[in-house]
């Protein structure tokens, strides 16, 4: 018995470690841009400040057609891979989240942590501001073949 | 707790606290990225939306739906990004035909602990667990072509893809609107 606290303590570390507990899920309220998930974290065109916003637009459009995981970069840095949207679980391509490419929205909904990743069910898109990230001021269009060359 | 109880526990544990290496026995090709490595694995196809909801359709969504890779060493779900394609094109397509089956991936981790990168994927081959044949992840631009058959112009899907073209048409290519568009536009190509 006199081990017990440390037997504790290891199982209640297990337990969070666990892929069980990980599919606890909070309610949330979170704003942030719809970004492109695969060029923000390769960093495959630029920094991270040069992949979101009106620079990485017309980039963010191809990818969320492609078929790229669309997240939520939240004002708190972190990002949210957003699974559904009201009713609409076409998160592979799908027309709602084409839609608010680079949108700053405020989405309530349940929030799952899992293995490192957040995934975001939005039940409601409660305020979209549009495109308000006027990247393109600093960094033009990211990347530069992204508007083709007039005449082309 | 007994003994054998207490090692698996433990292991579980050290498994969780640290990252393990896959890059035994994969011939993924290097990108070049910032934060990758090379990942082979044995995993199941899975999708997330049913893991983390309950809310599991036939045929995970039967394409609808991102997929994710649940991988038999450590139970982590890995969520592939990217497919193996240079074309702003996703792995959820690639995976669909082995929904629920096990399978073996071929790929690059991501991980980058600044931006919050973990877990994160691209898949350059997956086979069918005892399968002798790799197949290329390559299968989305042909998914593409045969759903738009109509898709007209010239050059890779997304210069003609109906949908990003209303897009910028609407919005324009900073999603601003035409008129911040026609103004950028005149500088930019100066």
């Not at chain 2, 600044?114 to 997956?126: D, F």
Request: charged share 20%.
């Amino acid at each position: 018995m006199r081990h017990f606290p440390t037997l504790a303590a290891g199982l209640a570390l297990i337990g969070a470690a666990l892929p069980a507990a990980a599919q606890e899920a909070e309610r949330i309220q979170v704003t942030g841009e719809a970004i492109d998930t695969w060029c923000y974290f390769s960093g495959v065109m630029g920094g991270p400040e040069a992949v979101v916003g009106s620079s990485h637009h017309t980039c963010a459009l191809w990818c969320s057609a492609g078929g790229i995981p669309v997240g939520l970069l939240g004002e708190d840095g972190q990002v949210y891979m957003v699974l559904k949207i009201g009713d609409d679980a076409t998160s592979n391509g799908g027309d709602t989240q084409l839609s608010i490419a680079s949108h700053t929205i405020t989405a309530d909904g349940m929030l799952y942590k899992r293995d490192g990743i957040n995934y975001l069910v939005v039940a409601e898109v409660v305020a979209d501001q549009d495109i308000i990230n006027r990247t393109h001021e600093d960094f033009g269009v990211v990347p530069g073949f992204a508007i083709p060359e007039p005449g082309q | 707790m007994s003994a054998p109880s207490l090692a698996l526990a433990l292991s579980l544990l050290a498994g969780a606290a640290v990252a393990q290496d896959f890059s035994e026995g994969s011939d993924a090709r290097e990108w070049g990225l910032y934060g990758e490595s090379k990942a082979f694995f044995a995993a199941t196809v899975v999708d997330p939306l049913c893991e983390l909801t309950g809310d599991c359709p036939d045929n995970c969504g039967d394409g609808a739906r991102q997929l994710a890779l649940l991988r038999e060493a450590d139970g982590v779900m890995v969520l592939p990004l990217k497919n193996g394609q240079p074309a702003f094109t996703g792995g959820a397509n690639e995976l669909l035909p082995f929904c629920g089956q096990a399978v073996e991936v071929d790929g690059l981790l991501i991980t980058d602990a600044e931006l919050g990168a973990q877990n994160v994927y691209l898949v350059q081959t997956i086979r069918a667990e005892g399968a002798s044949e790799w197949i290329k992840a390559n299968r989305w631009t042909k998914d593409w072509a045969a759903a738009n058959p109509d898709a007209a112009g010239q050059g890779p899907w997304f210069r003609r893809d109906p949908r990003i073209a209303a897009e910028i048409a609407r919005e324009g290519w900073l999603g601003l609107g035409p008129e911040e568009d026609a103004a950028f536009l005149k500088e930019w190509f100066q």
